[in-house]
């Protein structure tokens, strides 16, 4: 089977694709390199490797040819630069994804995964569940959540399948650490390195509900191949830990060497999954906790 994964040089997408490798998949990986925020781009050599942009159309319907399964991670991916620059984030986000659906539809694809994120839930009360109103707060979520309604439109009115995976805080190998909205874990490992003090927002107490990235990767390859999923097309899935803990948690199991800088604008106070639709029609559930992997 022939897998092609968007953004698959980047943090989530590379690990999905060597993990795609591992289990037996033929991989397509396409990135334009255009992450600021990434240390690196990991291209795995064993993997057919494309340099392009999914916003170009002629581009991206070169690469499809053969594929049966699409994993979507290209996008505008950081929350305070695309309040910066919304036009740009929501050009990414939303024209990159419906490019990527429509030359997914051409090519007959069995199945895609859409990537996208926990912040559509916003203020709404937590554990989030996927019966939840969206509730966009920023550029990013707005755009991440008008792409999936997309996805739901291609599965309704093209016969497309696809799913949505909404990721909460994701941690693990790659994590981006450059710049001051890469990840917090990655942010605090950088500075633990350099000997600096790790930059508290605000005053810590505001809770992430962290998720693996080798079991995000895991839920991707899941959500294209289970049966079930056929029964919940355009459908949107979170994944995440089904705990949290606060930010001041993550930076004491790190380092005590610690500094608090002002809260910034559009940023929830708490995110928390709710993990049981996911479980049930997908047959996943995370199995790294965040606060062991942080102690090795």
């Known amino acids: 089977m022939i897998s092609l994964v968007t953004g698959g040089a980047g943090f989530i997408g590379s690990n999905l694709v060597d993990y795609l490798l591992s289990k037996g998949h033929e991989v397509v990986c396409v990135d334009n390199e255009s ?21 170009d159309y002629k581009a991206m319907k070169n690469v499809f040819t053969g594929v049966d399964y699409v994993f979507h991670f290209a996008a505008e991916a950081r929350l305070q630069p695309a309040i910066k620059n919304p036009i740009e984030a929501v050009y990414k986000n939303c024209v990159g994804t419906t490019t990527v659906l ?14 996208s994120t926990s912040s559509g839930y916003g203020f709404n009360p937590s554990p989030n569940i996927e019966t939840q109103p969206d509730d966009c707060l920023n550029p990013y979520s707005a755009s991440k959540v008008a792409a999936e309604k997309f996805c739901k439109m291609y599965s309704d009115l093209y016969g497309l399948e696809t799913v949505v995976l909404r990721y909460f805080n994701v941690f693990g190998e790659r994590s981006p650490t450059r710049g001051q ?15 600096e003090p790790l930059t ?30 056929k029964d919940h097309l355009g459908e949107v899935f979170n994944v995440g830990s089904g705990v949290n803990y606060s930010v001041q948690e993550i930076a004491d199991a790190i380092s005590d060497n610690q500094t608090y800088i002002p809260k910034r604008d559009g940023e929830m106070e708490t995110t928390w999954s709710n993990i049981d639709k996911v479980n049930r029609v997908i ?13 090795g």
């Open 283 to 295: 047959g996943w559930k995370p199995e790294v906790d965040v606060l062991e992997w942080i102690k």
């Open 102 to 115: 429509q030359c997914a539809r051409e090519a007959g694809v069995k199945r895609l995964v859409y990537s």
């Open 181 to 195: 909205y890469a990840p917090v874990i990655g942010i605090f490992q950088r500075q633990k390195d350099a000997g």
């Open 35 to 55: 992450a600021e925020c990434n240390d690196k781009f990991y291209w795995n050599p064993n993997a057919i490797n494309v340099k392009a942009d999914v916003t």
């Open 200 to 229: 508290i927002v605000g005053d810590g107490t505001q809770r992430r509900d962290f998720i693996y990235v080798g079991d995000v990767a895991r839920a991707n390859e899941l959500a294209a191949l289970m049966p079930g999923v």
